[in-house]
């Protein structure tokens, strides 16, 4: 950040918008400031003084009033640079005419309260001490032209001291102030388009997982479910001139293959559980993909339950059929078996990536001419 900035330009506004100046959200409330300290001190002079310097005075700061209202106000708005000209014309009017006002009547001096802050309302904040102290000696001016006596003018220099040492510890703090609150609006909108980004990349992972989820469920469902079709319509060609009724057992089969697959399709679309597990147990529906392995590809697949069955949860179920179906599958494709045996076993924490989806864990044994087991367990 730079060191000299506009005690103005702290405002704080969403990304992509462009800032406001601090002072431009409470101008309004800073006018009222004003027309009451200006209001106070004409009161003061009309009230104390003596005719007609007391008139002359009044005026003056009747006029720094009309003065803000057509070039002061407008200098304290808009582009920092574009502003400092008519700030400087500003300020200069102004120095004039607190001048006039205080050599009529001294008491035109407490317009600096209100006259100090505008200066860093228009300016940045090294012009706006040096303005500042301008103003500030305007009444010692003014009574050093008028010759006044030395006491009088040791008064004013006093006030004026104290004025811009006022100022520069005061609007150094304000400064500071609006230092950190620029730092600060930077840092939220870094963190509101981090936040973005996580978000982005949260919904990225989130569509990932979900096709590598799909995917899962096409290769364990539908896509066997085709290859099995592939595999009963070849086997009934072949058949066709030599065992008709052999073929037209293969195309039935193929035919309820084909029909559960489309349950399956029909299932995945709408985001239900596995049509083997609508309406039925765990175990019936290990069990029909035990008859399928019989009835399609000539594997005596058996079921085995172990310990007391019980319900469990919907992704748990999911994952152990869609095990037996790719370990079914595979047996098939690639094992030679003639033989497969499916056994579900019930314990008291636990049953027999889709397993780690679930925490669970996969184990394979085998050994040559001892056939192979894949060994499942997840929490249940």
């Known amino acids: 950040m730079p060191d000299d900035i506009p005690l103005a330009a702290a405002g704080l506004a969403p990304p992509g918008q462009v800032r406001k100046q601090v002072w431009d959200g409470s101008l309004r409330r800073w006018d009222g400031y004003f027309t009451v300290v200006g209001l106070i001190g004409i009161s003061l002079i009309l009230s104390t003084g003596r005719l007609p310097a007391s008139l002359i005075s009044a005026a003056a700061l009747a006029g720094l009033a009309l003065w803000y209202a057509l070039v002061g106000r407008p200098a304290m708005t808009g582009d920092q640079d ?25 008491t035109a001096s407490l317009m600096l309260a209100a006259l100090c802050p505008q200066c860093f309302m228009a300016l940045s904040f090294r012009r706006a001490i040096l303005a500042v102290a301008v103003i500030a000696c305007a009444p010692l001016a003014a009574d050093a032209a008028a010759g006044a006596p030395g006491p009088d003018l040791a008064g004013d220099a006093a006030v004026a001291g104290l004025t811009v040492a006022f100022s520069f510890v005061f609007g150094a703090w304000i400064t500071r102030i609006i230092h950190q609150s620029i730092e600060r609006g930077l840092l939220i909108e870094q963190l509101e388009a981090t936040r973005a980004q996580l978000a982005s990349a949260h919904r990225e992972a989130g569509v990932l997982a979900e096709r590598q989820r799909l995917s899962a469920e096409i290769h364990d469902t539908i896509a066997q479910g085709m290859a099995s079709i592939v595999m009963l319509v070849q086997a009934a060609e072949a058949g066709l001139r030599t065992d008709p009724d052999e073929a037209a057992r293969h195309l039935a089969l193929a035919s309820d293959t084909a029909r559960d697959n489309l349950a399956e399709a029909r299932s995945l679309v709408a985001d239900l559980a596995p049509a083997g597990l609508q309406g039925g147990s765990l175990d019936e529906a290990l069990g029909r993909v035990a008859a399928a392995a019989r009835s399609q590809a000539g594997l005596a697949a058996d079921l085995e339950v172990g310990g007391t069955t019980r319900p469990l949860d919907t ?9 037996c179906q790719e ?6 494709k690639h094992a030679g078996a003639s033989r497969a045996l499916v056994r579900l076993d019930y314990a008291d924490e636990e049953v027999r990536t889709r397993v780690a989806e ?6 394979v044994r085998s050994a040559p001419g001892a056939g192979t087991a894949v ?6």
């Open 327 to 332: 370990a079914l599958s595979n047996v098939r």
């Open 315 to 323: 992704s748990t179920e999911v994952m152990l059929l869609r095990v």
């Open 82 to 106: 574009e502003r400092t000209g008519r700030a400087l014309a500003y300020l200069t009017g102004t120095f004039v005419l607190l001048a006039v006002a205080a050599r009529a009547d001294e």
């Open 358 to 363: 679930t925490g669970g864990a996969l184990e």
């Open 375 to 380: 060994l499942v367990r997840v929490r249940a």
